[in-house]
């Protein structure tokens, strides 16, 4: 069956040693993020027995199933800021959740003391990136407001960087939570966990410029694809294709490469515009952007990614003559094609051991 995603297991494995041994020769335990692959089972068993020891997610669907399939045996780690309207939700699936609203920390402390249990929060900062968190000059405010929470529990202070604004962590941003960090603790409650970062930290840590004290990542890119996030540079020894995206040519014909008609609008509402090359060998696979976001690598470098519609992606394959109807062509997914190639029920997953 196809449009089919490939995982290599053993590469999943291999990625995730070689991150845990360059984060924990700087002293971090980092977590290993789900979401991408809509906590698919295979491959958090596989983060599991790699030695990531925490796994962490932005939908409580996908903690759900965690924590069912192991059994309550694996921590979990809740990434989007929770709502309201799940708090008793919150406190039953996730050992911790990120946050950075107060009325929403009331509610989860409300739900864990129905509970009877207690539920551990990161509080997040927003150091400039402009997503979640709260500014640093209402901290204080904030720590007052949680100090009288009876069934919450700090554990610490995070960062979330390069996901909106595109900001990047620095020494001076990382320095700049642990100062607010020392300043809490000034104030008699200890924190255990300074949580620096996405994979768009990882080259601080490979640079060896980490400061002392960021001690927890929330890692998902870097580990499962092989690349930092800032300039999407390949981490070294990692693997880039531990996923391989598959799909099948319905449609191969010599065409023109200029549409012929009066222009108007495509699928998408945007206006087209087209670069002549003459008449070329074109190709259509059976996949579109209800499946990924067409940010995909041909692995044949000799193919090029012409466009898409909600179901097909057209490519110019003039360079391959022996291409043929029936025959499949291989991409590596960047980021949004993977989170939604996991998700399509229409991509069939595949599970392969390279070893
Ligand atoms: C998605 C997410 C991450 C992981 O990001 P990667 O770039 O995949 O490492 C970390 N933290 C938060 C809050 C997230 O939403």
């Given at each position: 069956?196809?449009?089919?995603?490939?995982?290599?297991?053993?590469?999943?494995e291999?990625?995730?040693?070689?991150?845990?041994?360059?984060?924990?020769?700087?002293?971090?335990?980092?977590?290993?993020?789900?979401?991408?692959?809509?906590?698919?089972?295979?491959?958090?068993?596989?983060?599991?027995?790699?030695?990531?020891?925490?796994?962490?997610?932005?939908?409580?669907?996908n903690?759900?199933?965690?924590?069912?399939?192991?059994?309550?045996?694996?921590?979990?780690?809740?990434?989007?800021?929770?709502?309201?309207?799940?708090?008793?939700?919150?406190?039953?699936?996730?050992?911790?959740?990120?946050?950075?609203?107060?009325?929403?920390?009331?509610?989860?402390?409300?739900?864990?003391?129905?509970?009877?249990?207690k539920?551990?929060?990161?509080?997040?900062?927003?150091?400039?990136?402009?997503?979640?968190?709260?500014?640093?000059?209402?901290?204080e405010?904030?720590?007052?407001?949680?100090?009288?929470?009876?069934?919450?529990?700090?554990?610490?202070?995070?960062?979330?960087?390069?996901?909106?604004?595109?900001?990047?962590?620095?020494?001076?941003?990382?320095?700049?939570?642990?100062?607010?960090?020392?300043?809490?603790?000034?104030?008699g409650?200890?924190?255990?966990?300074?949580?620096?970062?996405?994979?768009?930290?990882?080259?601080m840590?490979?640079e060896?410029?980490?400061?002392?004290?960021?001690?927890?990542?929330?890692?998902?890119?870097?580990?499962?694809?092989?690349?930092?996030?800032?300039?999407?540079?390949?981490?070294?020894?990692?693997?880039?294709?531990?996923?391989?995206?598959?799909?099948?040519?319905?449609?191969?014909?010599?065409?023109?490469?200029?549409p012929?008609?009066?222009i108007?609008?495509?699928?998408?509402?945007?206006?087209?515009?087209?670069?002549?090359?003459?008449?070329?060998?074109?190709?259509?696979?059976?996949?579109?952007?209800?499946?990924?976001?067409?940010?995909?690598?041909?692995?044949?470098?000799?193919?090029?990614?012409?466009?898409?519609?909600?179901?097909?992606?057209?490519?110019?394959?003039?360079?391959?003559?022996?291409?043929?109807?029936?025959?499949?062509?291989?991409f590596?997914?960047?980021?949004?094609s993977?989170?939604?190639?996991?998700?399509?029920?229409?991509?069939k997953?595949?599970?392969?051991?390279s070893?």
């Amino acid at each position: 069956m196809y449009p089919q995603i490939i995982i290599d297991l053993n590469k999943v494995e291999e990625n995730s040693k070689i991150i845990l041994e360059k984060t924990k020769a700087v002293g971090i335990k980092p977590c290993a993020v789900t979401k991408v692959t809509c906590a698919d089972i295979e491959v958090a068993k596989t983060l599991l027995e790699s030695g990531f020891e925490e796994l962490a997610d932005s939908r409580i669907e996908n903690i759900k199933k965690l924590k069912s399939h192991f059994d309550n045996k694996v921590k979990t780690l809740l990434l989007r800021i929770p709502m309201i309207s799940q708090a008793k939700e919150v406190v039953q699936y996730c050992d911790t959740s990120l946050n950075s609203e107060i009325e929403t920390i009331k509610a989860l402390d409300k739900a864990a003391s129905d509970l009877g249990k207690k539920h551990n929060i990161i509080l997040m900062v927003d150091l400039g990136d402009l997503r979640e968190g709260i500014w640093p000059s209402s901290i204080e405010k904030v720590q007052e407001e949680l100090r009288k929470l009876g069934n919450i529990n700090v554990l610490g202070l995070g960062v979330n960087l390069t996901c909106y604004g595109g900001v990047i962590p620095t020494e001076e941003k990382l320095e700049e939570l642990l100062e607010l960090k020392a300043n809490w603790e000034h104030k008699g409650m200890p924190l255990k966990v300074v949580s620096g970062g996405n994979s768009s930290t990882i080259n601080m840590v490979l640079e060896g410029k980490i400061p002392t004290g960021i001690n927890h990542l929330r890692l998902g890119e870097s580990l499962l694809l092989g690349r930092e996030t800032i300039d999407r540079g390949h981490i070294p020894n990692t693997h880039l294709d531990a996923f391989v995206l598959v799909a099948e040519i319905v449609e191969i014909k010599e065409k023109p490469s200029l549409p012929i008609g009066t222009i108007g609008q495509d699928a998408f509402g945007n206006s087209p515009v087209f670069q002549d090359r003459g008449v070329h060998k074109r190709a259509i696979v059976a996949i579109g952007r209800q499946d990924v976001d067409l940010n995909l690598e041909p692995i044949d470098e000799r193919i090029e990614i012409l466009g898409g519609s909600s179901d097909h992606i057209i490519l110019d394959v003039t360079a391959i003559p022996t291409l043929k109807v029936g025959d499949k062509v291989e991409f590596i997914p960047g980021y949004g094609s993977l989170l939604q190639a996991m998700t399509s029920p229409y991509v069939k997953k595949v599970y392969k051991h390279s070893k």
